[in-house]
């Protein structure tokens, strides 16, 4: 069975800090990868997804970036961090580039202080 | 253009009650998918159903039924005989068939509160 998992599981980060968050999936070969972000107000934004390794798709420009560096890796970072950049940050994985169900991380809450 | 409306941002019911979270959604395309998923207070969101514009067919899963109407572009989520574990966001989302990525159009969710 396939399961996705992200950490750290929380953070706290001074403002003007590095990020660097990191989602791994097993169980899945060539998987579609998907950041999305959670303000408080609960709507999701999707930040950035991939098809392949080396492949990324940016949805919203800001101050954040993120790498796909092995098939089933995803990684979100940031050089410096921004008050606006807190939230909860999920990871989701789907199986193709067809309309398939999203698969969701448990999500890494950070405060930027 | 894409589009998910769930016009309910919080209902409360007090447990055992049934309750209909709505969902409205807007596409150009004749091929979509629709899903809903649960947050619970943990954060991680489930998914819990995907529906394709050719299956207008209710489905019913334990507690949990699901209405799809294209003449009215509704796909509402019914819960019968609420009870307090049912506590969550909701999200009701919509994907055309051949956007690029797979990408999930999500509604701003719904908190349902259920109390005991």
């Known amino acids: 069975s396939q399961t996705i998992h992200q950490w750290p599981a929380t953070l706290v980060q001074p403002v003007g800090s590095p990020l660097s968050l990191e989602c791994t999936v097993e169980?899945?070969?060539?998987?579609?990868l998907y950041w999305y972000r959670q303000a408080a107000g609960r709507g999701l934004q999707l930040l950035f997804y991939?098809?392949?390794?080396?492949?990324i798709s940016s949805e919203v420009p800001q101050n954040l970036s993120a790498s796909r560096p092995q098939d089933r890796q995803f990684i979100l970072s940031s050089k410096k961090l921004l008050l606006s950049d807190s939230g909860f940050y999920l990871c989701?994985?789907?199986?193709?580039?067809?309309?398939?169900?999203?698969?969701f991380g448990p999500g890494t809450r950070l405060t930027v202080t | 253009a894409q589009k998910v409306t769930q016009a309910q941002t919080e209902i409360s019911v007090v447990e055992k009650e049934d309750v209909t979270l709505d969902c409205v959604y807007e596409?150009?395309?004749?091929?979509?998918?629709l899903f809903w998923y649960k947050q619970p207070p943990s954060g991680e969101l489930v998914f819990l159903i995907r529906?394709?514009?050719?299956?207008?067919q209710n489905e019913i899963s334990g507690r949990y039924s699901w209405n799809f109407q294209k003449s009215t572009s509704s796909f509402n989520f019914t819960i019968t005989a609420s009870q307090v574990v049912d506590s969550a966001v909701y999200f009701c989302?919509?994907?055309?068939?051949?956007?690029?990525?797979?990408?999930?159009?999500f509604g701003q969710g719904t908190e349902l509160s259920v109390k005991p």
């Open positions: 989701a994985w789907s199986a193709g580039t067809l309309s398939y169900e999203q698969y």
């Open positions: 169980g899945t070969s060539n998987p579609n």
């Open positions: 991939s098809v392949g390794i080396g492949q």
């Open positions: 596409t150009r395309d004749t091929t979509y998918y």
């Open positions: 529906r394709n514009s050719f299956d207008e």
């Open positions: 989302a919509l994907s055309e068939l051949y956007n690029q990525g797979g990408k999930l159009i």
